[in-house]
């Protein structure tokens, strides 16, 4: 079993909020909605068959391309507190946020609204699972609706 649903929303929207720039409701609903597809809200910490870590599923080759070509990893970072550490994918809620939000800074394309919830989905599809993952817009939209349907 993963996190409880109201407690690590407002545990993401609290750490959303010391970003810079990092906290909209859209980019609380995509944090959510794609914990809600890789993890199943923290129930895997760790990718069957695969390198992906924590919440988001991050694999450390993207881990590092964040923190080598992200324009405000670094900056973010440091006013955070925050240190280059691939483990904490596993174990650190805080810099998994961190490094979720981190991203999608690096994406051109704006958030979509947050109460689009499909076009949120494909976003991350498109963003986060790219082409070449084999989840489906639809997958995220139905994991996010299992956990955040009904609050």
């Known amino acids: 079993m993963g996190f409880n649903p109201k407690q690590f929303k407002k545990f993401v929207s609290q750490t959303l909020q010391h970003i ?5 409701e859209s980019s609380l609903v995509a944090a959510l909605m794609c914990a809600a597809h890789e993890s199943k809200l923290g129930e895997y910490l760790y990718q069957e068959n695969g390198p992906a870590l924590g919440v988001f599923q991050i694999e450390p080759a993207t881990h590092d ?7 405000t990893c670094c900056e973010n970072a440091q006013l955070m507190g925050i240190e280059w550490s691939e483990s904490a ?3 650190d809620l805080r810099y998994q946020v961190f490094m979720f939000r981190q991203r999608l800074f690096m994406k051109p ?9 499909m076009a949120i989905a494909m976003y991350l599809k498109k963003h986060w699972n790219t082409v070449h993952g084999k989840a489906e ?4 939209y139905l994991d996010y609706l299992e956990f955040y349907g009904d609050l």
Do not use: R
């Open 20 to 24: 810079p720039k990092g906290y909209s």
């Open 65 to 71: 391309t964040i923190w080598q070509h992200g324009d």
């Open 137 to 140: 817009a639809h997958d995220y």
């Open 109 to 117: 394309e704006a958030l979509p609204p947050a109460d689009d919830l």
């Open 89 to 91: 994918l596993v174990y």
